[in-house]
Antibody, heavy 121, light 108 residues
Framework: EVQLVESGGGLVQPGGSLRLSCAAS????????MNWVRQAPGKGLEWVSY????????HYADSVKGRFTISRDNAKKSLYLQMNSLRAEDTAVYYC??????????????WGQGTLVTVSS | ETVMTQSPATLSVSPGERATLSCRAS??????LAWYQQIPGQAPRLLIY???TRATGIPARFSGSGSGTEFTLTISSLQSEDFAVYYC??????????FGQGTKLEIK
């Protein structure tokens, strides 16, 4: 079964840092591009970041650029999101999502169950 | 950035009836559009990709249509488990990937 499991969320003070992880199983992780998507409480979906299979092509939403860093370890079948200088508006459930990874075939499937990040003093 | 606009924000439909959800893109996304279903407390689930292709395991009552800037998700004969929030997602002009704000499908 294809599965993504996020971890690392929690309560952090404004200006603090947090590192999220996403453990993949049931598929060849190294063959797929990956994304982070977040959802603020009661709000819609917001794409956060993308990384290609080798980790050498990376994109960020403007809202997190310069503060968040995406990375991956193909040997460990894991995706990461290092979040620094956190703000209240970063409060959200963070999902990792597998990219279908074809030319103009970049829909997201599957998604992990999400991990909640709360930024508050 | 391609802005995705969904309508209506909330749709009230009786079980067994048909629901029609709309999604409009601010510029052409060709057929590079996906639909997701999100049940409260759960992660989004892929329903449709390529504007009209059902994902694996998705019932035939779900259908997608459209291209360019106008898209529709139709759910024929609504079942109780279909009442959820639905999002469209364009993957033609990225980064950034962009989603619609969602349509909440509720029981009438």
């Amino acid at each position: 079964e294809v599965q993504l499991v996020e971890s690392g969320g929690g309560l952090v003070q404004p200006g603090g840092s947090l590192r999220l992880s996403c453990a993949a199983s049931g598929f060849t992780f190294s063959s797929y591009e990956m994304n982070w998507v977040r959802q603020a409480p009661g709000k819609g979906l917001e794409w956060v970041s993308y990384i290609n299979t080798f980790g050498n092509t990376i994109h960020y939403a403007d809202s997190v650029k310069g503060r968040f860093t995406i990375s991956r370890d193909n040997a460990k079948k894991s995706l990461y999101l290092q979040m620094n200088s956190l703000r209240a508006e970063d409060t959200a459930v963070y999902y990792c999502a597998r990219d279908h990874s074809g030319w103009l075939e970049d829909w997201f499937d599957p998604w992990g169950q999400g991990t909640l990040v709360t930024v508050s003093s | 950035e391609t802005v995705m606009t969904q309508s209506p924000a909330t749709l009230s439909v009786s079980p067994g009836e048909r629901a029609t959800l709309s999604c409009r893109a601010s510029q052409s996304v060709s057929s590079n559009l996906a639909w997701y279903q999100q049940i409260p407390g759960q992660a989004p689930r892929l329903l449709i990709y390529g504007a009209s292709t059902r994902a694996t395991g998705i019932p035939a009552r779900f259908s997608g249509s459209g291209s360019g800037t106008e898209f529709t998700l139709t759910i024929s004969s609504l079942q109780s488990e279909d009442f959820a929030v639905y999002y469209c997602h364009q993957y033609h002009n990225w980064p950034p990937h962009t989603f619609g704000q969602g349509t909440k499908l509720e029981i009438k």
